[in-house]
């Protein structure tokens, strides 16, 4: 099988109902659109300066869970640009009946993900564990082969995660991502850790959801595969979940 219909597959398979009404029961959803603002971004902003407007929706299910996000990225000086990613995972334990939870772990996961941009698509297929680290809201690592459109296949490793605290009366969230990709004929490998430090001032407008505000910081080696492309920006972040 292709990893594009492996992607397809299971895409395909985390739409089908399950067998049971209470099997393919929404625990939860989320929209949310974050505005940032940075100086220092590389190759796609030639003067460094780009503002970003990004739309998320994630969920959670009997049957696994899914992260969709949209990004409009508008360098200063340049062309607009569009890029996203959908991901699916389907839950293991649920496809087989049977709980895999285990000590830290708590499912395996089958996981997809769809990267589009305004000139490719890449297709990302492989396993997906949910892990239960404490004080962490959520802390995710997938493991990923990549078919990618316009350079050599590679390896991917994603870590996402989610961690609340409090000082006082005021709620914060750190969270974020690392990517990492092995090296190929065509790119050198690469890594992306992007935290966000968040403050939750809807709390104190009487918003029921988040409104946030805060930073996110780039630490990329190599951006896009490219050798010594390196790129450390602190963006300017506001972030409304409704």
């Not at 959520?138 to 995660?161: E, H, I, S």
Request: aromatic share 16%; proline share 4%; glycine share 8%.
């Amino acid at each position: 099988m292709t990893s594009k219909k492996a992607v397809s597959v299971l895409v395909a398979a985390c739409s089908l109902p399950l067998a049971t009404p209470a099997a393919a029961e929404l625990y939860w959803s989320d929209f949310s659109l974050s505005y940032l603002h940075g100086t220092e971004y590389e190759v796609i902003a030639p003067n460094g300066k780009m503002d970003t407007v990004t739309f998320e929706h994630a969920s959670g299910h009997s049957w696994g869970d899914t992260f969709l996000f949209v990004d409009r990225l508008m360098p200063d000086n340049a062309d607009s640009e569009t890029y996203g990613e959908f991901s699916p995972r389907l839950s293991l334990s649920s496809l087989s009946g049977h709980s895999l939870s285990l000590g830290p772990l708590k499912d395996v996961l089958l996981s997809g993900t769809w990267e589009f941009g305004e000139s490719f698509d890449n297709y990302l297929y492989g396993l997906g564990f949910a892990l239960n680290v404490p004080g962490f809201q959520y802390f995710n690592l997938n493991l990923y082969r990549a078919n990618n459109d316009l350079w050599d296949n590679d390896d991917q490793l994603t870590l996402t995660w989610g961690f609340p605290f409090s000082l006082g009366t005021a709620d914060f969230l750190i969270d974020g991502f690392l990517d990492w990709s092995s090296a190929s004929n065509s790119n050198a490998s690469e890594m992306n850790f992007t935290p966000q430090l968040k403050w939750n001032a809807g709390k104190h407008l009487g918003f029921q959801k988040p409104l946030y505000a805060g930073i996110e910081y780039s630490y990329w080696n190599n951006k896009f595969g490219i050798q010594d492309k390196v790129e450390r920006n602190a963006s300017l972040l506001l972030k409304w979940h409704f």
